[in-house]
Each structure stands twice: as C-alpha cells, then as structure tokens.
C-alpha cells in the first residue's frame, strides 16, 4: 500500500497566530518556477501587483487588469504547496463599492485558487473589507504609501511623518477592526510602524517599514537583482542575478557568432551509432 504525504498549506488564521512569535516572511511571485523556489523559505507569496512594472514594463501598478493578476495568480498557485498564495487586487477592481469588490475578489480566488486578497487603503476601505470578510473573503490590508494611489500622492514618497502619524494609525485600527487578518505597512517610519505593530492584534508585513513589523515583504525581483531600472531604500540585494543573466547572454551570443555553438555534443549525428560504438 503506497501513502501520499500532503504539506499542510498555510491558512490566514496561522498567520494570525503567528503574532509575536516568529517573523513572517513574504516575497512577491509572478511565475510557477519561482513560486516552486520561494514556496520552501516563505509563509506567504504575494502576487502583486508590481508585475505590472517587474514583468510588463508598465510606468506604474494602475494599468494592471484583473486579467493579468488571474493569469499569474494561478502560475503562483500551481507552484506553491505550503506558503499561502495572496493575491493583489488591480486597481479599479474595488473601489466602486463593497459589492464590486467581492465579485472581483471573489472571481480572483475562484479563478486562480489563491486563499487571500490584498487591497489598499485604510478608514475609507474599511466597510469594503468588511463585507468581503464576512463573506468569506481572507483580507490582507495595506496601508501607508498605496501604489496604486500615486498620482494622487504625489510620487512614492514615505507616509506617517508629522500629523499623518495620526491618521495612519486610525487606519491601522481600522483595518483590524473591519476584520483584516494583517496589515501591510509601505514606506513607513521604523517608530510609527513600531507603534503600529504594537497597537494591533494582526500581524503587520512591512516594506520599508523598519524591523519592528511582524513580518517582511520584498519584490523577489528586487532582492535577486532582476529588477534595475530603480532601486529603493528598503531593497537589498541577496543577488545579482541580472548582472549573472547578462553576462551568460554575453557568453552566448559570442559563441554563436563564432560557430563554437552548437558543439558536436550538443547536436545530432545523420545515422545512429552501431551497438557498442559511441
């Protein structure tokens, strides 16, 4: 008799649990070979919207579609068997009003199998989280800068400085409150988030929001050195595989150009060779 053995997947109210205990780690996928690489390492692999500038070359996130976040979200999904797959909600997907947003969260882990959707905003989102949440829809908030919120902020600046610490922290609050299972916290000051961290009974995921945070998120393509058309603060580089990349092109062009590739062993004879010649 043969046994299958399964890995248990990691839910929304483990990470929850998770709160004060031990660090959560989430990187950004986009693809089934990467999502089968960081799967191991990762509580959480998010399928953000940044694939719309890492992948696409898109000037920023608001021309992703819900298309484009379906189609990678179930390369993640296929790719992933422990750490939980949340995916991003585009913009204008949700902001008309809670009802919009639950068909579309919905169709998104309907389509894609993703456990979790993440959507941006904070006090004025609260009801939409709300809703979707008791209806069933895990919500992961994300506050401080929003991306897809850049044309009206002004650049991808830090937020929480001076009087906005105030504001920030009611949405934190509010968030929790609407039933978020946790928080993303962007570009956000180390003691604000810190304060924040404390202040809230779900766990906060930062992304240059300082140590104190309960977990960090990075753009994989970030950390790896794939991505170099602009480098935060927040991102260090585990790697250079761009450089690497780069360089092995290099290598290869340069050899078919001298013909020393294909060699012999890399292509095949007209006839096979007789039993017991090579």
Same mark, same amino acid.
């Given at each position: 008799m043969s046994t299958t053995s399964f890995l248990k997947p990691v839910l929304p109210p483990d990470i929850r649990a998770m709160?004060?205990?031990?660090? &959560?780690v989430m990187?950004?996928?986009?693809?089934?070979?990467?999502?089968?690489?960081? !799967?191991?390492h990762c509580d959480m692999l998010l399928?953000? !919207? =940044? &694939?719309?500038?890492?992948?696409h070359g898109?000037? =920023?996130?608001?021309?992703?579609?819900? %298309?484009?976040?379906?189609?990678h979200g179930r390369a993640v999904v296929r790719g992933a068997q422990k750490a939980m797959v949340v995916v991003d909600m585009p913009f204008g997907s949700y %902001? %008309?009003?809670? %009802?919009?947003?639950?068909?579309?969260a =919905?169709?998104?882990m309907v389509e894609t199998g993703a456990v979790a959707v993440k959507l941006e905003g904070g006090q004025h989102m609260a009801e939409t989280i709300a809703f979707l949440t008791a209806r069933a829809v895990p919500v992961m908030a994300h506050i401080g800068l929003t991306p897809q919120s850049v044309n009206t902020l002004g650049g991808y600046k830090v937020v929480g400085r001076g009087g906005e610490a105030d504001r920030l922290m009611a949405d934190a609050r509010a968030v929790k409150a609407a039933g978020a299972f946790s928080v993303v916290l962007e570009k956000v000051p180390e003691g604000l988030a810190g304060r924040i961290t404390a202040a809230l009974s779900i766990p906060t995921v930062g992304i240059g929001a300082g140590v104190h945070c309960d977990g960090q998120v990075l753009v994989i393509d970030d950390m790896?050195?794939?991505?170099?058309d602009f480098r935060p603060k927040f991102v260090k580089r585990y790697a250079e595989l761009g450089k690497a990349a780069d360089a092995a092109i290099a290598d290869y062009a340069a050899e078919v150009r001298a013909r020393s590739f294909p060699g012999p062993e890399h292509s095949f004879p007209d006839e096979?060779?007789?039993k017991g010649q090579k």
């Open positions: 709160k004060g205990k031990a660090p &959560l990187v950004t996928a986009y693809t089934t070979p990467v999502a089968r690489l960081a !799967d191991p399928v953000g !919207d =940044s &694939l719309g500038m890492v992948l898109l000037p =920023s996130t608001i021309g992703v579609t819900m %298309e484009m976040m379906i189609l %902001e %008309e009003g809670p %009802e919009q947003a639950f068909r579309n =919905s169709r998104l790896l050195g794939l991505f170099t096979l060779p007789a």
